[in-house]
């Protein structure tokens, strides 16, 4: 994508030889410049009244001299860790870095963590038990096209992801297949050769039940499971009790089309499995993921050429959001903070005492949870993310936002969370700044300015600056992004996600470079697990688990499945694309199946309620066959979706079950 200006327009324009997307886009990429002076645009900070609880307008330095003031004060009062911070799977690598610099630095707190919590961390902790590091692919999104058989786990890839389906429509035009898991039949599923539709949160037996079908069959490569993998006696043991009528019975998908997935991965030279967030959005995420990695293990594909296990990732900087130091237990370069090690290395680089970084913090949920209670942080500051609409239990959550005593929020837009906030931070959007992304294959990309901020609006590198300069921080906080990315280089070297060897001047040259990259000179890694893994001895971890079900099943007051997911034309919370007039914003929807509709008396167009223990919402009905009879689907992009979904956690990755949750409807 390339940006030009025509006059005072600005117009995003293909670039057909970048090699991941070939100039596609999805429409909300063609029309991202429609932020561009709308009148909803923030151009002056905002600081809460105090005598009309109104937000008026206020000057940069009255508007972070506040903040930096009321910040020393509840620190001085409750402790470093009663300041939190609240980082986003959409700022630049640049932006992620210096932004967990800023918390561990400037305030001393350990309480900071990002939204990507809720979108790739239950595959980022399964990739890293078994694989030993964790990036998206291991492998170029164009080696989906040379797969025989690719299986799509919770992935509606043709509306999330809508350049990336085309590699689906070469992969069947050369005679491949496609195989989809998820309870709705969505476009994805309309390009599948199988579809599977299993009950909301099973999708773990549904791995489990193949795996033991692989086995009987003797699809199995011993070879391959004996020289590069350990743990394998403990996951065959764990799959003998999955036959598939067990497996019919918990998921729903019938033994005839279980035997047909096996069949075909069985026989396939090439087998590509991909997760997404149907499958890893659970109490149990982590360990669906796991199963699913095993199949691909046990199958001999994980770093066979055109073959393999990988996660679709879900924001615009989801990968690298989570390498460089905004998630509470990780510093640059994906070290952990607990890690002596890694914090002598990167206390080395910040020019600070090892001893005085924080240890590992809350994660994302948790620290919302516990905003304003007794022990819990009394400030907020937030970049990136929107928690009063994509939070799960999202009244509890906006409830914990009110009892703060100080919000601070940095955005582009007037968001339902800037709207709660104290003090309100106009800061620069995409066309207005520099900066690198790594997207779902590790490559590191670079985007750069195209036009100037509009006058009143600062990068958020200048309010990291000027709130650690007010704070006392003598720790260099760069406001230019390339000598940020340096700064980066150094602290990343030698971590699991390497940038040392990546500059500027080699993405512009290479169209993007791979991590891990040690040195300058280092080509870069485009294809992992080739050879070995990044574990002690070489080997994957196959990692045996069972299937326990959601943390909240069906009752007689609550008989249906509740699922969540996006629409072609909004992303995320749409605080952006529910703004941009040309993206159809028709509110949000209530997907249920005929069946459904004529036992509640429910029309297609009208409003129909669909109500959970934490909530309701009333919205239109869109009675479609597509949809499973037991489960009703809800697009999260507008207010009151997270209303209604779970707060659970799976134990390990700490992901919210977005995905599943026992609700009622009526019309």
Request: overall charge negative; charged content about 25%; glycine content about 10%.
């Amino acid at each position: 994508m390339t940006l030009q200006r025509r006059g005072p327009v600005l117009e995003v324009q293909a670039r057909p030889a970048f090699p991941v997307n070939e100039g596609a886009l999805c429409r909300k990429g063609w029309t991202a410049a429609g932020l561009r002076g709308h009148r909803e645009r923030l151009t002056t900070p905002l600081v809460r009244d105090p005598a009309t609880s109104e937000l008026r307008a206020a000057g940069w330095d009255e508007a972070l001299d506040l903040v930096a003031e009321r910040v020393r004060a509840l620190q001085d009062e409750s402790g470093a860790d009663a300041v939190a911070v609240f980082g986003g799977g959409g700022l630049t690598n640049e932006k992620a870095y210096l932004l967990g610099k800023l918390a561990r630095v400037a305030l001393g707190t350990s309480q900071v963590d990002y939204n990507g919590r809720w979108c790739m961390s239950s595959a980022a902790t399964a990739g890293n038990r078994a694989f030993g590091i964790d990036r998206g692919l291991p492998f170029p999104l164009a080696d989906v096209e040379r797969a025989d058989v690719v299986v799509l786990v919770g992935s509606n890839l043709a509306e999330t992801m809508p350049p990336a389906a085309r590699h689906l429509d070469r992969l069947r035009e050369r005679g491949g297949r496609v195989i989809v898991v998820d309870p709705r039949r969505t476009p994805t599923a309309e390009r599948a050769d199988l579809h599977l539709q299993p009950v909301p949160g099973t999708d773990l037996p549904v791995a489990l039940g193949l795996l033991h079908l692989l086995v009987a069959a003797g699809a199995v490569d011993d070879a391959y499971v004996a020289a590069r993998t350990t743990g394998w006696e403990e996951v065959r043991g764990a799959v003998i009790g999955w036959w598939p009528e067990r497996v019919e019975r918990v998921s729903g998908v019938p033994v005839a089309e279980l035997t047909e997935l096996a069949r075909l991965v069985g026989r396939a030279e090439r087998v590509m499995v991909l997760t997404a967030r149907g499958a890893e959005q659970h109490s149990q995420g982590t360990a669906t993921v796991l199963a699913w990695i095993d199949v691909a293990l046990a199958l001999g594909m994980v770093g066979k050429d055109g073959a393999g296990y990988g996660c679709l990732t879900g924001q615009g900087n989801g990968q690298g959001g989570r390498e460089h130091g905004q998630k509470a237990d990780q510093l640059p370069g994906y070290r952990m903070i607990d890690d002596p090690a890694a914090r002598a290395h990167v206390a080395d680089v910040w020019g600070v005492d090892p001893d005085s970084l924080p240890g590992a913090g809350r994660s994302a949920y948790e620290l919302l949870d516990a905003l304003g209670t007794p022990g819990g942080p009394r400030a907020l500051l937030v970049h990136g993310s929107n928690p009063a609409v994509s939070a799960p239990r999202a009244t509890h959550v906006t409830q914990r936002l009110a009892a703060l005593d100080l919000l601070v929020v940095a955005d582009i837009v007037l968001s339902e969370t800037a709207a709660l906030a104290d003090v309100v931070l106009p800061v620069t959007e995409w066309a207005e700044e520099t900066g690198t992304m790594t997207n779902l294959e590790g490559r590191v990309v670079l985007r750069e300015r195209a036009v100037a901020p509009p006058e009143g609006v600062r990068s958020d590198l200048e309010v990291y600056a000027g709130l650690a300069a007010r704070l006392g921080c003598t720790a260099a906080f760069p406001t230019d992004p390339e000598a940020a990315f340096e700064e980066l280089r150094r602290a990343s070297a030698g971590g699991r996600a390497d940038y040392a060897g990546i500059t500027y001047d080699r993405i512009r040259a290479e169209d993007g470079v791979f991590w891990p990259c040690p040195a300058e000179d280092h080509p870069g890694t485009p294809r992992l697990f080739a050879e070995s893994f990044a574990t002690a001895d070489g080997r994957a971890r196959f990692v045996a688990v069972d299937h326990v079900g959601a943390a909240e099943q069906p009752d007689d007051d609550y008989p249906l499945h509740l699922t969540t997911g996006r629409v072609l034309g909004q992303y995320q919370s749409g605080a952006q694309t529910r703004r941009v007039r040309d993206l159809p914003d028709t509110g949000p929807f209530v997907e249920l199946h005929p069946m459904l509709a004529a036992r509640v008396g429910a029309r297609d167009g009208e409003p129909v309620v669909v109500t959970t223990r934490r909530g309701e919402l009333k919205a239109p009905a869109r009675v479609v066959g597509t949809i499973r009879p037991d489960t009703v689907f809800v697009p999260f992009h507008w207010v009151g979706a997270n209303r209604l979904t779970n707060d659970a956690l799976d134990p390990s990755s700490r992901m919210p079950e977005f995905k599943v949750c026992a609700a009622q409807v009526r019309a």
